[in-house]
């Protein structure tokens, strides 16, 4: 390697990194002083077939008309200003949502009502979404811990919980009877969900931020040693790797029946093949992503950290069309059929209509800081 490509390889590095520290640690640990106004939250959406239910910057759960815009309900949640911010993504199980917030309370929401079913206090900030099924929901906690809730119970109370050495920022899956999750100790390990007792481990050279997916019985996630991990599920062994990137993963992957699809601060979403971690293509959006993708019918959307939204083909990985939003977006994409939402930095919520041959148009926009009214005069973005 040339003097000159060291220095390349050493600049892109740092450039990462400054990004990765002004993206992810600044907003996330800065206090209100100055420019900067605490934790924000960049929780995305989630939906069922009519409502969008989705968290503002401001501390409220929000459930929105899908079409018109309509707000349903909207339930301010406990805690300072600053501090009921919420970071992951609402998940919605049967009739209720699931979701911790920055100042460490989670919640059951009855979404037909717009009601608190039960929630539950922990002493420190929730970074994670929860995952959940019949018997139990799991969640992580800044305190190093992994807790399994028994689902079963109103209020739900925590059965166990698993130590790590370090902060847990990815959300957990579960497969069968095992919550898999990574830490920043750089370590992805399952557990037992009775017990909480380790089943297995797996170790990488980085902090794991960005959540696994199952496919395939293949456990796939990416780290900031700038590898993506397929692992054989039931027992952690190593199926395949990828090691094609040049940035950290810090979104959360999407699948379809073939393919994984892993977004990347190098500003790369990468196609890969869920049996074998083969790259099928690549499509470089020029600035880093740290949002999750969704599938649109036969498409896939994207958001780089710039405000661009981009539609892309998930056959060749060509952009079928694009939506330059003007905003920041930090957040997990939600879509429902052809519609595609979007939380920005700026306090707004977006929905774009995904027309079949990739080209979207913006069919609403929501402000949730209510000091802050759309102008008039405003012109869709796209």
Known sequence: ??????????????????????????????????QFEGPQGWAGGITDENNLYITSQEGSLYAIDQLDQTVQWKIPLRGDKGENTVYG????????????????????????????????????????????????????????????IDNNLNPGKPLCSYSTSNQIWASPVIYNQLAIFGSMDHVLRAINLDNCELVWDFETQGAIVASPIISQDIVMFGSLDRTFYGLNAANGKIRWRFDGSFGWYIGD?????????????????????????????????????????????????????????????????QEQGACDLGEEIRSDLGSHNSIVFVKTEAHSIIALQIKDNGNPDEIWIYLTNEDDPIPRDRIPAC
Do not use: R
């Not at 209720?96 to 539950?120: A, C, V």
């Open 89 to 148: 993504t609402p998940t919605l199980f049967e009739s209720n949502l699931y979701f911790g917030g920055y100042d460490g309370t989670f919640y059951s929401i009855e979404i037909e009502q717009g009601q608190i079913y039960w929630d539950y206090t922990f002493n420190n900030p929730i970074i994670t979404s929860p995952a959940v099924n019949d018997s139990y929901v799991v969640i992580g906690t800044s305190d190093n811990n992994l807790h399994v």
């Open 1 to 34: 390697m040339t003097q000159y490509h060291k220095f390349q390889q050493f600049f892109s590095l740092t450039k990462i990194l400054l990004l990765f520290i002004a993206i992810i640690i600044l907003p996330l640990f800065i206090s209100a002083c100055g």
């Open 253 to 317: 992957p999407a699948i379809d029946n073939e393919n994984v699809y892993a977004p990347s601060m190098d500003g790369h979403l990468y196609a890969l093949d869920i049996a074998t971690g083969m790259k099928k293509w690549s499509l470089d959006t020029t600035d880093a992503i740290v949002s999750s993708p969704v599938l649109v019918n036969k498409l896939l959307a994207v958001a780089s950290v710039d405000g661009k939204v981009h539609i892309i083909s998930t056959n060749n990985g």
